[in-house]
């Protein structure tokens, strides 16, 4: 496959894109990627890569890291990429939903529960007519056996998707991305919240507070017990280590330029 360009935000890649250009690349290298994975990346995914080594690994071991949060491309466009944009995972799923008719793109469903995976299909059906849904798995909450794990895969396998969206939340989904791939016939995308957002259980925020770098803002409104303290505490700490990781890049250039 081709080179793909990315910013290196806090030693995590974040590919440097847009949705168009994305869309192209799936579209173009769509055979390649299969056995693969795509991190669709954010604020809270950035910073858990750089305090854990393992999750980082993940993280630039798929095939793409798509900058899912405002402040990823917003950053990318600061430190030299004037092109940078975000691709959100629900933007990303309703794009390729449109044209999968026509693609004759295969769709599976992993994550959440059978309640959400109903309300999804109910969706799939009514708004996106010819989208072919190859399968659908609620996984239960625990661990799954490794006889069950090669049951699942061996499901998966014989829908024959071209896709597989995993929805099981970060970094649960990025984790089994990684320890399945090589092991699954389509390319697989963890789109965390997406499940939700697409069966209608949560709403996205107003475009305006999107362009704003606020759907966060919009996302712990309606959730403030179980989110304010991840993203009070993320979105400090991002800023925190951007900061640091600024001045010890100066710290190390200056070491140099004095050297010579």
């Known amino acids: 496959m081709a080179e793909l360009q990315y910013c290196k935000i806090l030693k995590t890649k974040i590919n440097v894109t847009n949705m168009t250009d994305t869309l192209a690349y799936i579209g173009a290298h769509i055979d390649a990627l299969r056995g693969q994975y795509i991190c669709v990346s954010n604020v809270h995914t950035t910073v858990m890569s750089y305090e854990k080594k393992d999750y980082r690994t993940i993280q630039n071991s798929a ?24 691709v959100t995972g629900p933007d990303l799923m309703t794009q390729l939903f449109k044209i999968s008719a026509q693609k004759g793109y295969r769709h599976f469903f992993y994550g959440a529960t059978q309640e959400t995976l109903d309300d999804i299909k109910a969706v799939l059906q009514k708004d996106y007519p010819g989208l072919e849904v190859a399968g659908m798995y609620a996984p239960p909450f625990r661990p799954l056996t490794p006889e069950e794990d090669g049951q699942v895969t061996t499901l998966i396998n014989s829908a024959k998707p071209d896709f597989i969206w995993v929805g099981l939340g970060a970094p649960k989904q990025e984790e089994w991305m990684y320890a399945h791939r090589g092991k699954l016939c389509a390319v697989a995308v963890g789109v965390g919240a997406g499940f939700d957002y697409l069966a209608g259980h949560i709403k996205r925020a107003p475009r305006f507070m999107q362009r704003l770098c606020l759907e966060w803002l919009y996302r712990l409104l309606q959730d403030p017990r179980r989110l304010w303290k991840r993203y009070v505490t993320t979105n400090a700490k991002f800023v925190w280590y951007l900061f640091k990781e600024r001045r010890r890049t100066k710290k190390g250039s200056k070491a140099k330029r004095d050297k010579v």
């Open 63 to 86: 095939a793409m890291a798509l900058p899912d949060g405002a402040p990823l491309s917003g950053y990318s466009r600061i430190v030299g990429f004037p092109d940078a944009e975000r």
